[in-house]
């Protein structure tokens, strides 16, 4: 037997001993955890009896242990070890990851890291060096990796299958009240997890039972609101509820049967915020639907600033109506809404604040370097001004982000009481443990009774996107107009090089410049998929179907700066990015200071003022000369003039003066003066013609000449800026002729109206009040209002939906204006029931606008659910916009559905984690930094001047949109090259690279889009082999699963009652022969076979035995399910070329059975690794029976010690947290809730006291 490696010691010392008080360490055996006494170093467990030693971590470099004799060791060393501080580490036993060496000296195991050849042992302290020609023995020969044990690591580090995201709902604890009017359907996490068992008592049940105004979910709904609004947090303040049900589930009823139940509690006072002031008469309508005719809607906007209470304004109680907008208005005079309101409700007022729409106050906790808004603001402040006060807050997309809940502090999930000292403390824990920490939250708030979230089932509902190419003309025009982007940047940077100091600051100008890039681009994308709109729109008309179009700008603010430059008639539609361009340029075109020339004779004398004055000189002799005041010729005497000191001293000097010339003395008045420089002369001595030396329009020579040639530097600096000035202007000029010249699309909505009959045939729900209709004879357009004399415009809206559901108009036309609190479904009670077509022209910005787009045809009440059609160009940058939505999607569908994948268009969210690393992969492979990790689009390795010449048009085009800075042309052999960088913030930004893909000709763009794409697989993938991936919430699937003992209270929530239980499940997830022979056979008898189908071994041994596999092809061609006789059915299909390299046909049936049913017994009891393995018990890869640990119910109060219980993890997938739904197989009872590898839950339940045992 091959002896292991030692490490050889130079220098012995005393060994240090334990602390004194003993300390906690896991058995290398049983794993159990045992108490060691101060000072032993050496014990036995109890439990297993097996020998063993403190690990050195455990051991105080302090005393010598009494239990140990002491080495000798030099004085110097023994001081040095005395002054070493204790520090208790935990004990963590082998560690996998690293080697396991005894030491030469004292005998201990120490865990060495692979590649370290010198260190000190941390037990005795000697010098130690590891003797390498050893080292090989103690690691398996290569032909011994268990290649098939990986394999099936990897898989189980992936989770398991995703379940379905939605089950349909009912109320689990209430049977009061009818049913929805249309299914109901929940997540399939959230429906997982009960709610608290209801106590409140409706004081409106029998008005609720003898009308069935309001369905069982609702009734379900006020009851936990207000049984929620009876609990205090640990602040004091009162505990809100959130209604985060679905567009179209009738929050608005709700919220009405919650201020009806108030007001049979004696509390007649409410505030009703909202996104809309029309929407009061909703409000009124729900009011008079649930019976609550004697409640007055009072609309605070037409209320003035004083005392609502007053005798003039006359509001005693009843329901205030307002909008955000009014929330935050404040009077001319300084009085504020938010005050009035305060006012209004009084000292300890305890009635209901509704924030409806909630998702308005969402930026109170903006991104870093923005600034919270207003309205978030607002609404923090009123909540904390009327402590006592019933909070709801109502909005189907009310967190599309943790970030976004900063505003619903009534929550209780951060603050006073909860293991989050504030809210951004929560939100980086949120952040840190990812989608599946939202899903967590969702099931806690459901759990502890302050939050319902149900949804309409899209059962019956059609998602499909339509991809929309760019027509041969489009893609002209895109390619010229991107052209000119990149011309016009260059254009810019010339331009500006003229620039003064004094022009503002040119970071302005690029930020104006790239803004309008984007919503040019958008815009240009948006028209592309005009022609593919209006054929959805005619096709579905022809098949007796009606028509939605949403989209979110209109154009309005460019079309009427044109009917303000061109007037009210014109010759076709308003191109809105052709103003847009013409606008940027006309406003931001960076031109030289326009100079103000010189005028006549006045400026030459202003000149000379301000370039000299008359000042004391000296003369030849070094006299001082005076400068001689000079007088108008006069009657009187020189002795009027004078003073007595000028008569006593100075006498002489005002007689005489110093000639600058010839340096003599001359009496004052015989001198001439140089009105500019002041110098005195003799006119003698400069042969002046001048006879008058007293004239002060004299000026000498040198000054004359110096003065006209400052005038003519000046003259020609001002023809050269004006020449300039000119140029700029007349380049300008040509720049807005050529953007006129350009060939642009028409703005959508007009021209979309136009192709489907007009106005007369369209109903348009928007928020402008004019547009540009067709003339009646066809040449032209003219501007006119939307509304008419009979309606106004604040009710054009309303009309134009009406006409729509009275099947008048049968295309409807809706942007963001539209898209709040309006109803288009094939409502029962309307005329209009065809089923509707909603083309989405335009995604959103947010989750929060999409969401609400798609719920104005999808609602209760409907005849039939509406088919989506989400249509998007087939160009590369356009996928940035459906990035941003399927973003904010993801993180909704998990915040408020309890499961990210409750939202469509998942699969195009780039702005990852993993998008980030694929773009910095991207960019330092184009910028030759690193190669490339996959070959480009359009090229071959075997072809590397393609992939060369791709790079350097990827460069090229980099550099074009500004990614690239800093460029500079390379000479020489590397000529047609050229260099530059890309800055580090802009390395890992997404969204910019997206953006500003937008500006690029189509055939570049998704070339570079498909490698971005390609590359983001490829890390994707990786990160899915190395345990990193963050799937989401999986099913855990075995052919048996049973639930073992009774599950553990491990927490009670001291306000809900609400607790967290510790669930142990067994697993059993193995195959049988006959069942893996009988699905094989089945396939061969159906006639769905290949010829590779059938058993199959491993090509290679371990621990004398091959692993054994049934293998069959999929649906896709070319890969083949495995199933396993310890694991069952893999995850992941495998490529034939794979199979074969792993794996060989068995030589018979019998031998596939022998060995199928040896590794089915087996993997009872071990892992794939054998009994050997480092990891013993705790090791599940391929164990066929294991168990699973889940806490289910509350997790935030829990939650750091979870992560460290799971930061100590061997296993890199057990790091992260983990959603999982177990289903036994014998009651079908579900649990929701937090994986807890078995290795964990020890250190879980060492900082948690088990409260009870409860009965299943």
């Avoid at 149900?454 to 059609?462: C, D, Q």
């Avoid at 580090?984 to 490698?1011: A, T, W, Y």
């Avoid at 013993?1176 to 979870?1202: A, D, H, K």
């Amino acid at each position: 037997m091959t002896q292991p490696p030692q490490v050889t010691g130079t220098t012995a010392t005393v060994p240090p001993s334990p602390p004194p008080s003993g300390v906690h360490v896991r058995c290398a055996g049983c794993r159990m955890i045992l108490t060691v006494g101060a000072g032993f170093r050496e014990f036995a467990c109890p439990s297993c009896h097996l020998p063993q030693m403190l690990p050195p971590e455990l051991l105080n470099a302090g005393e010598p242990s009494p239990q140990t004799l002491p080495l000798p060791h030099p004085p110097h060393q023994h001081q040095q070890h005395q002054q070493q501080p204790f520090h208790l580490k935990p004990a963590h036993g082998i560690d996998p990851t690293k080697i396991q060496l005894p030491c030469a000296n004292c005998k201990a195991i120490l865990n060495v890291p692979h590649g370290l050849a010198r260190f000190r042992c941390p037990q005795c302290m000697a010098d130690l060096a590891v003797d390498i020609s050893k080292l090989n023995d103690l690691l398996p020969p290569p032909d011994e990796v268990n290649e098939v044990a990986i394999d099936v690591e990897r898989e189980e580090d992936e989770g398991g299958m995703q379940g379905e995201t939605f089950t349909d709902y009912r109320p689990s604890k209430l049977s009061i009240g009818p049913p929805h009017p249309d299914p109901v359907v929940e997540t399939s996490c959230l429906s997982a997890v009960q709610p608290p068992d209801p106590t409140y008592d409706l004081k409106i049940a029998d008005i609720l039972e003898s009308s069935p105004t309001l369905s069982c979910l609702q009734i379900e709904t006020l009851i936990y609101a207000c049984q929620r609004h009876l609990q205090h947090l640990s602040d004091g303040t009162r505990a809100g509820f959130f209604i985060g049900d679905g567009a179209g589930m009738g929050k608005g009823r709700t919220i009405a049967g919650l201020v009806w139940e108030n007001w049979h509690q004696g509390r007649g006072k409410a505030l009703w915020i909202s996104v809309g002031s029309d929407l009061k008469y909703d409000a009124r309508r729900d009011l008079d639907d649930v019976g609550a005719t004697c409640v007055e809607v009072h609309a605070l906007n037409k209320l003035p600033y004083s005392k609502l209470d007053s005798k003039s304004v006359g509001v005693k109680e009843g329901v205030i109506f307002l909008t955000y907008s009014s929330l935050i208005a404040s009077s001319e005079k300084g009085r504020s809404r938010l005050q009035q309101l305060v006012q209004w409700c009084g000292i300890g007022f305890d009635g209901l604040i509704i924030f409806d729409e909630c998702h308005k106050a969402k930026n109170l906790v903006p991104e870093a370097g923005s600034q919270p808004t207003r309205t978030g603001e607002a609404v923090l402040e009123i909540q904390a001004r009327l402590p006592e006060a019933r909070v709801i807050y109502c909005s189907a997309t009310g967190a599309s982000e943790p970030r976004n809940m900063g505003y619903m502090v009534r929550i209780g999930l951060w603050g006073a009481g909860t293991s989050f000292v504030d809210f951004r403390e929560f939100l980086s824990a949120l952040e840190k443990g990812g989608v599946g920490a939202l899903e967590l939250v969702a099931m806690e708030m459901k759990a502890r009774g302050m939050f319902v979230c149900r949804t309409l089932s899209y059962k019956g509902a059609e998602f499909e996107i339509v991809e929309a190419p760019l027509e041969e003309n489009m893609m002209e025009m895109y390619k010229k107009a991107a052209e000119f982007w990149a011309e016009l940047r260059v254009e810019l940077l010339s331009a500006s090089a003229f620039l003064t100091d004094e022009k503002p600051n040119m970071s302005q100008l690029w930020r104006i410049y790239w803004a309008s890039h984007q919503r040019f681009f958008r815009q240009m994308c948006m028209a592309a998929k005009v022609p593919a709109a209006v054929r959805l729109s005619i096709q579905a008309l022809s098949e007796d179907k009606c028509v939605v179009i949403g989209l979110q700008s209109t154009g309005e603010a460019r079309t009427e700066e044109a009917v303000t430059k061109y007037g009210f008639e014109l010759d076709d539609f308003v191109s809105g990015p052709r103003e847009l361009l013409l606008k940027f340029v006309e406003e931001n075109y960076p031109l030289p200071e326009k100079p103000e020339p010189l005028s006549g004779e006045d400026s030459v004398k202003e000149l000379q003022r301000k370039r000299h004055s008359a000042s004391p000189g000296v003369s030849f002799k070094g006299r001082v000369r005076k400068v001689a005041r000079w007088r108008p010729d006069s009657d009187e005497s020189d002795d009027d003039y004078k003073s007595d000191s000028l008569h006593d001293s100075n006498e002489s000097d005002d007689e005489f003066q110093i000639c600058e010339v010839c340096s003599g003395e001359e009496e004052r008045r015989k001198l001439l003066k140089c009105s500019c420089c002041g110098q005195l002369v003799h006119a003698a001595c400069i042969g002046s013609p001048i006879a008058d030396v007293g004239s002060p329009d004299w000026t000498c020579h040198s000054c004359k000449e110096k003065t006209e040639e400052y005038i003519q530097a000046r003259q020609a600096y001002i023809a050269e800026i004006t020449r300039r000035y000119e140029a700029a202007i007349e380049r300008k000029a040509k720049i807005m002729d050529i953007i006129r010249s350009l060939d642009l699309p028409n703005n959508p909505l007009d021209y979309i109206i136009d192709q489907l009959g007009g106005p007369d045939k369209v109903a348009e729900v928007t928020g402008r009040r004019g547009m540009l209709v067709r003339a009646s004879n066809g040449k032209g357009v003219t501007y006119q209002a939307r509304n008419t004399k009979e309606i106004t415009m604040e009710m054009v809206n309303m009309h134009e939906k009406q006409l729509f559901m009275d099947g008048k108009k049968m295309v409807a036309i809706i942007s963001e204006a539209g898209s709040a609190g309006v109803s288009l479904q094939a409502d029962k009670r309307a005329i209009n029931q065809k089923r509707r077509v909603h083309l989405t022209l335009e995604l959103p910005w947010s989750a929060d606008r999409a969401i609400q787009q798609f719920g104005r045809t999808h609602r209760s009440n409907q005849a039939s659910a509406p088919q989506y059609r989400l249509l998007f160009s087939n160009l590369g940058g356009e996928r940035r916009f459906a990035s941003v939505v399927a973003k904010r999607l993801e993180s909704l569908g998990a915040l408020t559905q309890g499961d990210r994948r409750a939202g469509p268009l998942s699969a195009y969210n780039y702005d990852t984690m993993f998008g980030k690393k694929a773009l910095l992969l991207m960019y330092r492979g184009i910028m030759e930094l690193d190669s490339l990790p996959v070959v480009p689009p359009g090229c071959s390795p075997e072809e590397p001047e393609k992939v060369q010449e791709f790079m350097v048009k990827a460069k090229a085009a980099l550099i074009s949109v500004g990614i690239v800075r800093d460029t500079v042309l390379v000479n020489g052999k590397d000529s047609f090259k050229s260099s530059g960088r890309i800055i580090d913030s802009d390395m890992h930004d997404v969204g910019r690279f997206l953006n500003r893909l937008l500006g690029l000709p189509p055939e570049i763009q998704n070339r570079l889009f498909e490698l971005f794409v390609s590359i983001l697989d490829l890390v994707i993938q990786n990160a899915r082999l190395e345990g990193h991936l963050d799937s989401g919430f999986v099913d855990m699937k075995a052919n048996s699963i049973k639930l073992l003992g009774t599950p553990k209270t491990v927490h009670i929530d001291p306000t809900s009652g609400a607790s967290t239980m510790l669930y142990t499940f067994s697993l059993d997830r193995g195959i049988t022969w006959e069942s893996a022979n009988g699905r094989l056979n089945e396939r061969l008898n159906e006639g769905r076979g290949s010829s590779n189908d059938g058993f199959y071994e491993s090509k290679r041994e371990w621990l004398g035995r091959r692993h054994f596999i049934c293998a069959f092809e999929s649906s896709m061609p070319g890969l083949y399910k495995i199933i396993r006789p310890a694991v069952g059915e893999s995850l992941r299909e495998m490529p034939l070329a794979e199979l074969k390299n792993k794996f060989k046909r068995t030589s018979s049936v019998e031998r596939a059975q022998r060995g199928w049913e040896e590794e089915y017994e087996s993997s009872s009891k071990q892992c794939m690794h054998g009994p050997k393995c480092k990891l013993g018990n705790y090791c599940t890869v391929g164990r066929r029976i294991q168990e699973v640990n889940v806490l289910g119910g509350l997790i935030l109060p829990i939650w750091g010690t979870i992560e460290n219980a799971l930061a100590k993890q061997a296993r890199q997938s057990y790091k992260r947290l983990r959603v999982v739904r177990v289903e036994t197989t014998n009651d079908k009872r579900r649990v929701v809730g937090l994986f807890v590898p078995n290795s964990a839950v020890e250190s879980v339940l060492q900082d948690l006291v088990w409260v009870q045992e409860i009965d299943d």
